[in-house]
């Protein structure tokens, strides 16, 4: 085989895969802020990039379900904020000091906030953003209730943030993301997903319950968003009702620029992993290579548009050459 062929294979196999496009341009990404900054692939940068953006990976996740049934979830970090506001405060006044049950609340409380959106989406028939949009004002509402003007400061949460500088974050996003990729990749509540967000009537009339479908899909958006606030407290060492306040579009960013299709049925747990990798990376980077902090949204910015462009150009390539084959 000459160079010509194999330079025409090997872009013929990038454009039969939005992951292996995604890879390419995480592979330019990070040789180009090394050239800049040699230090910026040490080990220890690339544990801090992992730890700091685990609730975005995390959150991700619960986002590709909900977007892969033609929905959105703009509730998440409010979620997330009264989740960890909760467990914060029951850490402050010495209730509840145990880490585990700790995440067990706040997940249950996510779980709680996520079925609510699901129910009214799914029965209530209201469309996602609206009925996500009031429920980030009323969750985040009521972490400013409870937490009555105060936060859980660092020696509030004493104790419960040593899981967060330990190698806890590292395990649960290994933990979640080999458990969506077998539910995703293998399991009928993941066809299930796709189907409805493929053609939700064809599902209704093959026998998949599309209501308690999309009940379930918020449902788990909700778990995920709690156990990204209780991840959050244990990892920034403190809880206050503003945090994470507006990072639900660096979630949603994510699942796009992993090719996740925001008018529902396309999507991979593998893409969307790539995608946050990704966001993760040019938010470390533009700090480091020296970027002012007024122009580094700009520039992200063009960066995710740059590579929704290019997943736009490979799922066209993707969608000729499957005509093609069917042509033959």
């Known amino acids: 085989m000459n160079s010509k062929t194999q330079k025409k294979s090997i872009w013929k196999t990038i454009g039969k895969s939005r992951e292996a496009s995604l890879v390419l341009v995480l592979i330019v990404l990070c040789v180009v802020v090394t050239i800049m900054n040699p230090t910026f692939m040490s080990i220890k940068n690339i544990g801090e990039i992992f730890r700091n953006n685990s609730l975005t990976m995390i959150m991700a996740l619960g986002m590709l379900c909900v977007l892969l049934t033609g929905g959105i979830d703009i509730s998440i970090t409010s979620t997330l904020a009264f989740a960890g506001m909760t467990i914060g405060l029951l850490q402050k006044y010495d209730i509840l000091h145990n880490t585990f049950l700790l995440f067990v609340i706040a997940m249950a409380i996510g779980i709680g906030c996520g079925v609510l959106n699901g129910i009214i989406i799914s029965r209530g028939k209201v469309t996602p953003i609206i009925c996500t949009m009031g429920f980030m004002y009323i969750w985040r509402g009521l972490a400013y209730v409870i937490s009555n003007s105060s936060w859980a400061s660092g020696a509030d949460v004493a104790g419960y943030s040593d899981f967060g500088q330990s190698a806890g974050p590292y395990v649960i996003l290994v933990v979640v993301y080999v458990i969506f990729f077998i539910m995703m990749k293998w399991t009928k509540f993941g066809r299930k997903i796709y189907a409805v967000g493929s053609n939700a009537e064809a599902a209704r009339i093959s026998g998949i319950n599309v209501n308690n479908t999309l009940t379930a899909v918020y449902g788990i958006m909700g778990l995920l968003a709690g156990l990204a606030g209780a991840l959050s407290v244990s ?66 910015g063009v960066i995710i548009l740059v590579v929704v462009i290019l997943n736009v150009v490979t799922q066209r390539m993707m969608d000729k050459q499957n005509l093609e084959r069917r042509a033959m």
Do not use: H
């Open 235 to 300: 990892v920034y060492a403190s809880a206050q009702p503003n945090m994470q306040y507006g990072k639900e579009m660096d979630v949603i960013a994510a699942c796009v620029i992993g090719g996740v299709s925001m008018s529902g049925g396309r999507g991979s747990v593998v893409g969307t992993f790539i995608g946050a990798l990704i966001m993760a990376i040019i938010a470390k980077a533009l700090p480091l290579i020296g970027i002012d902090s007024i122009a580094q949204n700009t520039i992200k």
